[in-house]
């Protein structure tokens, strides 16, 4: 049963600022706002150019007049529909997010945004208060938290599984600048549109946010070495820290995206006093369990053992691979539901409420401004 | 760029026959038409009893006057609007398929079917003409020939990167039926609807398109042993075959659903005197390539190496892993595109062509029938 | 503690036949003998050219009088000597097995013995017979069952793990044949030494030998389709058979050694009412073991849930792989308590009596007389 | 050929010291002694209670007169003998490496000894010293850098396959220790006896080894974390790091032995500015290579691309895996052709000297000592 037709009657309208032509992480989210049918896609802001926004939009199939030229016409035009768009996506370079969220917040629109959530802490920390103040929803779209596995892991971590967490390995190792050069999307190595850290904003908040999820830890002080290492590189591209977490636990981290032909290499291991889970994104349709004392288990997407939190986020009979567009819907979808039970005055299923909010997007600004101090003081650690 | 609202300035209008409330196929059929957008879905018979399908066509946001009754229903009403349904697609009991798609094709709807195409050769045959006949388009849902390796296999066999097909092992081993007992779907361990085989038309016909699909052979010959192995079972749940291949090419197969604890382990090795395939539907992020005398290949949905036919059927970046759904979509996708070409009096994309189609389905009826014969007659070799 | 002094405060004195300078199998016999220092090499006649023969005695380290020229000399002198060996291992073409067994048992000397144990029924019916007759111990080295997750998955099948047995699917893939051409030992092509059928006498008994050895079952009928694949190829290069097990369970088998690129992929799926073991030597540090109802476990050598019959088949603390080196000396070290017991007059260990021997070899020729049989019959069901 | 028997007519004759009953690692070297035939052993000091080291040299074969109580006695005794010992293999507990080494050193037998070479850094400088003095062989068994495709990869960074190398991730994960409690072993958690870090000494020499002989890059600094983890634990159990390699490079480093249910996960991923190796110590016989822009390799031992260094420290055709103790065994016999060439007064294979000696050694512990340093320096980056 789609639970937004069952609770308002129609999907949610969505519009979409960015994501235009050329872009990988446009038609993403909007596949993944397509795929379990909850939201209906009504307006979009798809260029800053006005002519190119109009004519992306009806390539996606919207009228004329709902492809709009910026995005404050967006939400002025569509705050004043009656048939208006309930919530919008962001999708822009990093150093919009902040701007497009909050026009959008004072607007009454839900909120969906692709990460990091801001480039500075201020604009988090702000961000992040008038989520509060509004009470309107907020997800930030840490898409790797959604796989069903991360959320299995996450479930039985959350069970005792694993007994007393007393470390995390995370690391996320890519190649897709191990080239010279300035890459495929250029306002990424600008530190104003992309951050002071490019890693760190690309991907270090992904394993930041994983590592968080999955071990209920919160990172508490890092010693950090950051920096560009590449020949030619201003941006950084690698990060690797150490990490001190809440409750006496400890932590490794590495990210780069340097490491020539690896492709998309998010691993984890969390071990505790129980046992040891390990999971990476390339085979994301298993996870490992090894609990002391008994055979490591493989568990799948609605195979045995299968937990509440996992089962609600896999669309098949175990052993059909679900993989990078179904782990992202399932953010897109418990949002919906989140923002349709709000709408509806409702309280929506507890379950639903683990997608990244702004206080896990606010946590990740916090921990990539640390790991910036702590290597600018060549190691000291410094408190997230 | 969506290429059906580029060439017909909107999207096909999808209706669906079957699929209702408990069924595992249904939303995937509807999540892989959803998926790439080049449909919309606009009515439906969910069930063949009219209140329900009625509710479960409400549920799903379909408008009450178009959530039918029957199925004939349905495509008298949707021939006679002037925005009604362009396509069908069908996900009814095996038995079901037959008439479903002859009524459909008699109206001139273009046909998406699930498989077994048919239950029985005659009909096969009856239906493969007609299609021919109408020209319109008929996609079979063999969906694991949708996977972006899959087609990236297909495309090395024929670019000649494994020189001379040899041999082919191709199994399909499930453990679904392992447990004495009817199983959770009834219909199919009645031959009236289930089909006289049913491992063979659940997964057998599968395992044959695939092996057809990637190596570009057919089966002339085989010998086979197909029955039920559970205690208790009267239906098919394993059956073993040896194969002739065309050009003399040799193939071993193996299904069986009846393998405990296994849960979807379609397999396939492709040989040739240049080097070897492997792959696995466990696994479907990873295509293993083995050519004579050089280092062993992984390769990756638009990794490095990728050709044309699979690089348009993967919508991400290397390293995102795609899964069961994204194949099925590919399935649908292509289709559209046929359908929309077709509409419009245009050509499309050659590589849009690989979707199976009515003279896969026969084929696939075809081998099913040669298995039961060669079977009861204690594997003879029986022509296919 | 070493088993062997344990019993008889000595090693055993080993003898060889065959192995000599170019071998592949020499060292292999030679390093399983060493590695668990049961055996000692005294004597040895490595060449049927008596000058080649003495030259790579001495390369081992052998003492000039103990490189024999032939085997019968090895046999005459060796029994004739007070500290004579004990014990004679035969790795020599196909061909001589039988001839060197029979006279190495006439001499009274144990017997460890390369496969095919003969390259005809009869002889290894008689070779059989003489083994029960002398009392004398006769190992088959059918190394790929002395792997510890092969012994556990055996003791587990034994314990009940897995309920009843009802299908088993063994493969064992070579490419070394996939070029046209003779290959690199002569002998091998040649029907008189090397067998009827290259590829069944090469790798098929193997691949038999671990059904059964695991299943505990025995193929009572097969159905076949075997001959050359490869241009120009006179040599079996390819079986394919359907199998019909003692106890109504199913068997499908495929072994070849013309798939291009391909090393040496043997591996077995054996599914029975409670659960499917799978196993592969390409990396046969795991076992997979998938009960219903219940997460897949990945055994261990050492590691949780080890049966006493795989712990003593361990070197090793779990996480330190073991491979084909340790597996191989496994049958050599069993069969060595098995020859020091006999000598002592005491009784082995139950647990050492798991290495193949004489009925075994027995039973892998009639397989491969079944195989050649029906595939002449173009696939009759044949009794094995 | 035995390089040994071809150079020395013989045997080398090993005496050892330590790794009596109960001992894991002692049956290890001495399997590892035996493999390849280069070594007799022919005395022992197998305990410090000597009535034990009789009981134990006798189970193991050694006349009761060369089953000494005492090093001292044994290398006094042997040095004496004509027959005498040539080389000495130590495996006592930590502390005892050095007086051993030294005094064995003393009598002139060349040394083999287990890791860390010593316990401080007094003791391996003046050890490297003395061994440089005396122009015998000392080989430490950092048993890791012996598996071919960790000397396939090091050979493939020597021959500028991956560029210039530019970042490091190495890990030592084990569970072992995850219990709270003493471990099997008593003496590893006395620092006298086993060191200042237990977990540095025990597996994170072998990381830094494993480290430096891949990517041929020194650790110049260090930033680490170090200490106990598992509730009530005195002992080092874990340890991470941030690492500043030669010419630039960086490096992450986590070790650790309380990850509950890990066995023994020794892993290491290299990144050149041409492409990333990657290898883990439970799946030792493949070796991924992902060369920028190229489809990544699965390389394996004697496969296609194998370098001469790898095609050395291999027995076996592709496919047929070796192990644990194949690869300690190829430090055995390259420090056996070291050996007996000195002995002969010629040059070895230059390919035969990549046995880790005492330069590495007193590499290893001045990294332990940084480590330690930093640690307690909270973190500061500290020179190795």
């Known amino acids: 049963m789609n639970p937004v037709i069952a609770v308002l009657g129609r999907r949610l309208r969505l519009g979409v600022i960015g994501g235009g032509p050329g872009s990988f992480i446009g038609p993403t989210h909007r596949q993944a706002a397509r795929l379990d049918d909850r939201y209906e896609l009504v307006a979009g802001c798809l260029s800053s150019d006005p002519a190119r926004s109009v004519s992306a939009g009806m390539a996606l199939g919207l009228p004329a007049d709902r492809s709009y030229a910026s995005a404050q016409a967006l939400f002025e035009a569509e705050a004043a529909r009656a048939d208006g768009m309930d919530a919008v996506a962001i999708m822009t370079p990093n150093h919009d997010h902040y701007p497009s969220a909050m026009a959008a917040l004072a607007q009454g629109f839900d909120v969906i945004c692709d990460k990091p959530m801001t480039n500075t802490l201020v604009e988090a920390e702000q961000l992040r208060q008038r989520v509060s103040e509004t009470g309107l929803v907020f997800c930030l779209t840490h898409n790797y938290s959604g796989y069903p596995l991360v959320r299995q892991a996450r479930a039985m971590v959350t069970e005792g599984l694993l007994g007393e967490v007393r470390m995390v390995q995370v690391e996320y190792v890519q190649g897709g600048r191990a080239r010279p050069g300035p890459g495929r999307t250029a306002?990424?190595?600008?530190?104003?549109?992309?951050?002071?850290?490019?890693?760190?904003?690309?991907?270090?908040?992904?394993?930041?946010?994983?590592?968080?999820?999955?071990?209920?830890?919160?990172?508490?002080?890092?010693?950090?070495?950051?920096?560009?290492?590449?020949?030619?590189?201003?941006?950084?591209?690698?990060?690797?820290?150490?990490?001190?977490?809440?409750?006496?636990?400890?932590?490794?981290?590495?990210?780069?995206?340097?490491?020539?032909?690896?492709?998309?290499?998010?691993?984890?291991?969390?071990?505790?006093?129980?046992?040891?889970?390990?999971?990476?994104?390339?085979?994301?349709?298993?996870?490992?369990?090894?609990?002391?004392?008994?055979?490591?288990?493989?568990?799948?997407?609605?195979?045995?053992?299968?937990?509440?939190?996992?089962?609600?986020?896999?669309?098949?009979?175990?052993?059909?691979?679900?993989?990078?567009?179904?782990?992202?819907?399932?953010?897109?979808?418990?949002?919906?539901?989140?923002?349709?039970?709000?709408?509806?005055?409702?309280?929506?299923d507890p379950l639903a409420l683990h997608f990244p909010n702004a206080d896990d997007g606010w946590m990740g600004v916090r921990f990539v401004d640390a790991v910036i101090r702590s290597s600018a003081a060549d190691g000291l650690w410094s408190t997230v």
């Open 187 to 348: 306002w990424k190595t600008d530190p104003e549109r992309g951050g002071a850290s490019l890693v760190m904003g690309d991907i270090g908040t992904h394993a930041h946010q994983l590592l968080r999820f999955i071990s209920g830890l919160e990172v508490e002080q890092v010693a950090a070495d950051a920096g560009p290492i590449v020949p030619g590189s201003q941006a950084h591209d690698y990060a690797g820290a150490m990490l001190r977490l809440s409750g006496g636990a400890r932590g490794n981290f590495w990210v780069t995206q340097a490491a020539a032909g690896v492709e998309n290499a998010l691993r984890i291991r969390v071990s505790g006093s129980q046992g040891t889970l390990e999971w990476a994104q390339e085979h994301p349709q298993v996870l490992h369990f090894k609990p002391i004392g008994s055979p490591a288990q493989t568990l799948t997407p609605n195979g045995p053992g299968t937990l509440p939190l996992a089962a609600r986020s896999s669309r098949v009979a175990a052993g059909h691979p679900e993989g990078f567009h179904e782990a992202f819907a399932n953010l897109y979808s418990d949002a919906a539901e989140a923002i349709a039970a709000r709408r509806a005055g409702q309280q929506p």
